[in-house]
């Protein structure tokens, strides 16, 4: 038996054990390293579990945003009012004998809309005038008798003074003083009757005035005409209808267009932002747009819906508004600062909160809620970030607060 072939293939298969099942530990004898890998070994493993307990940061893309200074406005949704309108209705009872206008025709100030038959009215008047006149006729008369009525005082006063003295003197007797102090009672009571006389012809005077003021007035009412410059909103009553003052029958609608209102709610948040003068502009539905000033805010909210009404006057020349359409409105408001970010950064909190997340102290999130001020193509305008906001705009919906991220800063456009 041959010993050197044996001890070859032992040698053979210890190398090949080692090279297979202790090839780390191989290479660490072969390369000197057997002593590090001993002292580092304990260290090694400490670093690999505190690798394992400790969560990886979530990259993110992170804009810095600077607040400016943006005009602010307040916008609400409204709607166009008439700046005036009147149904011009009867005032009396009688039939129309007037030629009707149509709906949409343009009156002025005093134009005829509606003329009545006068009927006999005007002979009333008639007789009432005449009344007054032979009232008037009586004054001369009244006047008269309380100047007897006066002149026969001062004779009786007269005749009592001398029969007074005579009597003094033992010229009279007492009887004639009597007679002559029953003459002034007399003439006294004469005067009273002239004086009532005379209110009573000053009375009838004034009734038969009214009575002719209430004539006129009566026969004033049988024309109706426009109360200011407008359109017709309706016909007028047709030739020949019946119009009656009990029942208020209507003669013509009649609607101011220039200037005219835009009418709004303004929410209690934003009510004292607004105030009148101010400057505001709308968009119609029609895609017109108009501007005008602030008349009108409500000192007194809805009771349902805690807004206040605001008109703002526009100028409308041409009549191209029209009564009731519908209006987006933004009223003029002092400026704020506001951060302009992409739409993608606004997010929700659990709490159905509006705003954004951004990153703080050693790069954690934390969530910042924010108040929508402008909505634009490029962007949303929002204040509540203060002066500088490290905003996550990409990666936002996969973090929430308190998690750890690994930022990618941009500098925001200006």
Request: contains cysteine; proline residues 3%; hydrophobic residues 45%.
């Amino acid at each position: 038996m041959r010993v050197i072939p044996v001890l070859t293939a032992v040698i053979v298969s210890v190398a090949l054990y080692l090279v297979v099942f202790e090839r780390e530990a191989l290479m660490a004898f072969a390369l000197g390293d057997a002593k590090a890998e001993e002292s580092t070994e304990p260290q090694d493993a400490a670093t690999a579990a505190a690798a394992d307990t400790e969560e990886p940061a979530v990259g993110v893309v992170v804009l810095r945003s600077e607040a400016r200074s943006i005009d602010s406005a307040v916008v609400l949704r409204g709607q166009t009012r008439a700046a005036r309108q009147v149904e011009v209705r009867a005032e009396t009872s009688s039939t129309v004998i007037s030629e009707p206008l149509r709906k949409g025709a343009f009156v002025e100030a005093g134009d005829l809309l509606c003329r009545l038959d006068p009927g006999t009215r005007e002979a009333q008047l008639a007789e009432a005038r005449a009344r007054l006149a032979e009232a008037k006729a009586r004054v001369p008369e009244s006047q008269a008798r309380l100047d007897e009525a006066h002149a026969r005082l001062a004779e009786a006063k007269i005749n009592y003074t001398a029969a007074e003295k005579l009597l003094q003197g033992g010229y009279a007797s007492e009887t004639r003083k009597v007679s002559t102090e029953a003459a002034v009672r007399t003439a006294e009571a004469g005067i009273a009757s002239a004086e009532a006389g005379m209110e009573a012809t000053q009375a009838g005077i004034e009734a038969a005035a009214a009575a002719v003021a209430a004539a006129e007035r009566e026969i004033d009412r049988l024309t109706m005409t426009a109360p200011f410059d407008g359109l017709l909103e309706s016909d007028t009553a047709e030739l020949g209808s019946l119009l009656q003052r009990e029942a208020g029958s209507l003669c013509a609608t009649v609607i101011q267009l220039d200037p005219i209102k835009l009418v709004g709610f303004v929410p209690e948040t934003e009510v004292s932002r607004v105030t009148v003068g101010t400057l505001a502009g709308a968009k119609l539905a029609t895609g017109q747009q108009v501007q005008g000033r602030v008349t009108f805010l409500s000192r007194s909210a809805d009771e349902t819906t805690r807004t206040f009404e605001v008109e703002i006057t526009v100028p409308n020349p041409e009549l191209l508004i029209r009564d009731g359409q519908t209006a987006e409105i933004a009223i003029s408001a002092d400026g704020e600062l506001a951060h302009q970010l992409p739409q993608s950064a606004l997010t929700l909190s659990n709490e159905g909160q509006l705003g954004v997340r951004v990153v703080g102290a050693e790069n954690l999130v934390e969530f910042r809620p924010v108040t929508l001020l402008r909505d634009q193509a490029d962007g949303v305008w929002v204040g509540g970030l203060g002066d500088r906001a490290d905003v996550i705009v990409v990666g936002q919906d996969f973090v929430t607060q308190g998690v750890k991220v690994a930022p990618t800063y941009r500098e925001a456009t200006k």
